[in-house]
């Protein structure tokens, strides 16, 4: 079965850095929209980061431009993202999430849409 399991969260003081991990089995990330979503307290779900791993067709949040890179392990089938000079306000449960090409998921560089695997997130906490 499809799985998607985060690790990396955890708490960090303002202006530190942290690398989330997302490791992928039950399929392979080659060919697939992949990305980043986060949801604070209080907050909807957001996305933060996706890209079209055929393409490289890449979304960044303005909140986040800048600050984060999404990248790839295509031999580990992993998805990371790299999180640079962090901020209160990027507080939340950080959730990895795919879809393969030709189903329900969009990604321009505007955005992301049509997600269909998720995992359970990982908690970061952003304060001194």
């Known amino acids: 079965q499809v799985q998607l399991v985060e690790s990396g969260g955890g708490l960090v003081q303002p202006g530190g850095s942290l690398k989330l991990s997302c490791l992928g089995s039950g399929f392979t990330l080659d060919n697939y929209a992949i990305g980043w979503f986060r949801q604070a307290p209080g907050k909807e779900r957001e996305g933060v980061s996706c890209r079209l791993t055929s393409d490289g067709t890449t979304y960044y949040a303005d909140s986040v431009k800048g600050r984060v890179t999404i990248s790839t392990d295509y031999y580990k089938n992993t998805l990371y993202l790299q999180m640079n000079n962090l901020k209160p306000e990027d507080t939340a449960v950080y959730y990895c999430?795919?879809?393969?090409?030709?189903?329900?998921?969009?990604?321009?560089?505007?955005?992301?849409?049509?997600?269909?695997?998720w995992g359970k997130g990982t908690l970061v906490t952003v304060s001194s």
């Open positions: 999430a795919a879809a393969p090409m030709g189903g329900w998921a969009v990604v321009t560089s505007q955005g992301c849409h049509g997600m269909e695997y």
